[in-house]
């Protein structure tokens, strides 16, 4: 589909007035990876639909196309979900954001296809945002309002906040991120995809394994770990130790980067987000860290830490509400669309 931008479109005044009782209504799209996802929600924050469908490959890791093609299949199917639980007509969305990136590309493409062809279709305005940094600002929601947002789902492993006009990542993965890593021993061990969840019931311990422990400064190291891990399993250890010492050393890493974080910049709010942390005891010593400091955590409900189109809305409307200019580059997707290139107008 050619693209079309609507230069001279002005945004609907429905969105620019600061009054409490206005209630625009705002479509997001997810494609950046497995999930498709449609979501809508008013700008006052009320979730009005969250529609997800998960692309899961009957072996190994994700395949590209065959997950834009499930997205391409399933597009349709939430739309009609979504209008209908919420009760709405397309005339009465206002704003339609999806995620431009960062992400795989087919997937990412198919998802602004979407996007451009319900927004043009329906003369709404359209916005392309960070799918990282959606998942911070969801955050918000909970109560937060200058949080570190620990951000570890399958491709990303972040620390960011936001300092100067940008969200700054202030300690990342070095290799893989947290969730593939979990996923990939999941596979080795023949436990299918997706792992995350699979290892957390798995995890009961008691014994604590030695295995390698990877923070370098602010960043993280995660390969090294799921191969010792295999190496244990191999050798003879129980599932249930190998799985409980893998996820006791992850989160142990993530939470000190964290903190180091929150001591870095003297704030005093923590966001969980992403995928990894819908996983109980990630939450668990999170919070017993923010405790121990004496900050904040806020952890948003586990069907807003998963890919979700109603995080990319909320961005869209945060962005736009604080006069976000959109641009051509803004419509095009963004394979390597880093979470510090977004220039930060809203805040």
């Keep these: 589909m050619k693209m079309i931008m609507r230069e001279n479109w002005q945004f609907p005044m429905n969105l620019q007035r600061k009054s409490n009782h206005l209630n625009s209504i705002i479509l997001g799209i997810e494609s950046t990876a497995h999930t498709a996802g449609v979501g809508i929600i008013t700008s006052e924050g009320k979730i009005l639909s969250n529609q997800r469908s998960m692309y899961i490959p009957e072996e190994g890791g994700i395949h590209p196309r065959e997950a834009a093609r499930h997205h391409s299949d399933t597009f349709p199917v939430l739309f009609d979900k979504a209008f209908k639980e919420a009760s709405l007509k397309p005339s009465e969305i206002s704003l339609v954001s999806y995620a431009r990136g960062p992400g795989l590309g087919p997937c990412l493409r198919t998802g602004a296809t979407a996007a451009r062809a319900f927004a043009y279709s329906h003369g709404i305005p359209l916005i392309g945002v960070n799918h990282c940094v959606a998942h911070l600002e969801i955050g918000l929601l909970e109560g937060a309002t200058d949080p570190v947002l620990l951000y570890l789902s399958g491709a990303n492993t972040q620390v960011i906040a936001y300092a100067s006009e940008k969200y700054r990542v202030f300690g990342e993965t070095i290799d893989i991120g947290i969730g593939n890593g979990l996923d990939k021993f999941a596979r080795e061990a023949g436990m299918g995809f997706p792992g995350g969840p699979k290892i957390e019931k798995l995890a009961k311990g008691p014994k604590l394994l030695d295995l390698p422990y990877s923070v370098k400064g602010m960043d993280m190291a995660f390969s090294g770990l799921m191969t010792a891990a295999k190496s244990k399993l191999d050798s003879g250890h129980s599932i249930e130790t190998v799985t409980y010492s893998l996820q006791e050393n992850a989160f142990a890493m ?61 961005l869209g409307y945060r962005m736009v509400k604080g006069n976000y200019k959109i641009t051509e580059e803004d419509n095009k997707v963004h394979q390597k669309y880093r979470t510090d290139m977004v220039e930060v107008t809203w805040r």
């Design 254 to 314: 993530s939470c000190e980067v964290a903190e180091r974080a929150l001591a870095h910049t003297g704030k005093t709010e923590l966001v969980l987000g992403g995928g990894v942390a819908c996983n109980e005891r990630l939450r668990e010593m999170a919070t017993i860290m923010t405790e121990e400091r004496g900050v904040k955590c806020f952890i948003p409900s586990k069907d807003l830490c998963v890919d979700n189109g109603v995080m990319i809305g909320w």
